[in-house]
């Protein structure tokens, strides 16, 4: 090997004739080397390093923030207080729009491009943050849980008005289990929900149609809460029940006409928010845990970027 002779070796021979090289490292990696000494000495100098005696270097920068009582603090720097200082900028930068948006009403809150980008954008992190565990990131809801705020159909009403009572003090539909009949039985029951499915175009059996309808209108009481024509009161929240749009009563599951029948079955039987029912949901009340331009941008974004208010 010609290297032999020209690299100087260790010196140490193993099995009488392995020897071991000392080559040069090379420049590339020494100069890398000496470069990171550099860095890490300047960064100690203006970052918090080492431990000294009970406390740490905490290096010269600082950062200056306003904390949750507004008081004005710097400190050495630290990610808390640097994500402090982010929030208070990005505050500041809100708060003209947020104190726009209180003085203005809805219709021109709409009817301004910048004040519905600023709703768009708001409002989404904002309905993230708070409704989207139960209304889904894009508010088309989920069935049994909660309703789609993206439709036409409203259970409490579409109109700005409505939709920020119903976020401000939450709803809570309640329908009684057989409605307004105590003793209804399983047939009653049967022909109900297929007269239910009937209003709607939905598969039911047509000869139970006539006996449903009766007892709608009759003994059961459904008529009370849900109006003679069945198109619900949202004074109290009752369900439209002839537009084919479900909450509670057809699962995804329910494909079949039986497993419809059966579905609205359920709810007849057991009813909702009734303290024996399997369907249970309320809307919470958010007064107190949002400020009031939070919920209106809430309002706005429900009634103007979700699309179906009224
Ligand atoms: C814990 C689950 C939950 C959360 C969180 C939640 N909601 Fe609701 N919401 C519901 C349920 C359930 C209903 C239906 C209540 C009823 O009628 O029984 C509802 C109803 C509504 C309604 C009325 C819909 C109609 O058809 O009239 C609006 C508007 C609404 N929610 C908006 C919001 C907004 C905005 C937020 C976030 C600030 C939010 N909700 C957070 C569960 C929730
Ligand atoms: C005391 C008032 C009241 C009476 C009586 C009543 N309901 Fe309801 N019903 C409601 C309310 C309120 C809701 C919506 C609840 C909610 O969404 O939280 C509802 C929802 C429903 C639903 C679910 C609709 C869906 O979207 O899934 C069906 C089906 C229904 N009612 C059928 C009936 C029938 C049939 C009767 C008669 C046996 C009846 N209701 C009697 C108040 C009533």
């Not at 980008?117 to 889904?136: E, K, M, P, V, W």
């Not at 509670?248 to 579905?263: F, H």
């Not at 928010?273 to 309320?282: L, T």
Request: charged share 15%; net charge neutral; with cysteine.
């Amino acid at each position: 090997m010609s290297q032999e002779n020209e690299v100087e070796t260790t010196g140490h021979v193993w099995d009488g004739d392995l020897q071991e090289y000392n080559n040069p490292l090379p420049r590339w990696w020494i100069w890398g080397f000496y470069a990171s000494v550099a860095f890490a000495i300047v960064y100690w100098f203006i970052y918090p390093s080492w431990p000294v005696a009970g406390h740490f270097l905490t290096g010269f920068d600082t950062v200056t923030y306003v904390n949750n009582k507004g008081e004005k603090k710097t400190v050495h720097w630290n990610s808390r207080a640097e994500l402090m200082a982010n929030m208070n900028q990005y505050a500041a930068k809100q708060k003209p729009y947020f104190d726009k948006i209180a003085a203005t009403p809805f219709k021109k809150i709409k009817a301004d491009p910048g004040l519905n980008d600023f709703i768009a954008s708001s409002g989404r992190t904002l309905f993230a943050d708070n409704c989207a565990a139960c209304h889904q990131a894009g508010g088309q809801g989920k069935i049994g849980f909660a309703p789609n705020l993206t439709d036409d159909d409203w259970l409490h009403g579409g109109t700005y008005k409505a939709i920020q009572q119903s976020i401000v003090n939450g709803r809570e539909g309640v329908m009684p289990a057989k409605g307004l009949d105590p003793n209804m039985t399983d047939k009653q029951a049967t022909a109900l929900a297929n007269y239910v499915l009937s209003l709607s175009g939905e598969p039911h059996d047509a000869t139970l149609v006539a006996q449903g309808s009766a007892l709608f209108h009759g003994a059961a009481g459904c008529f009370s809460c849900h109006g003679a024509n069945a198109k619900g009161n949202q004074l109290i929240g009752s369900a439209n029940l002839t537009d084919k749009i479900w909450l509670w009563a057809s699962s995804p599951g329910a494909q079949t006409k039986a497993a419809k029948v059966e579905a609205v079955k359920q709810v007849i039987l057991t009813g909702i928010n009734d303290p024996n029912s399997i369907h249970k949901g309320v809307m919470p009340a958010w007064k107190g845990r949002l400020s009031g331009e939070q919920i209106k941008v809430l309002t706005a974004y429900v009634h103007d970027t979700l699309g179906g208010g009224e």
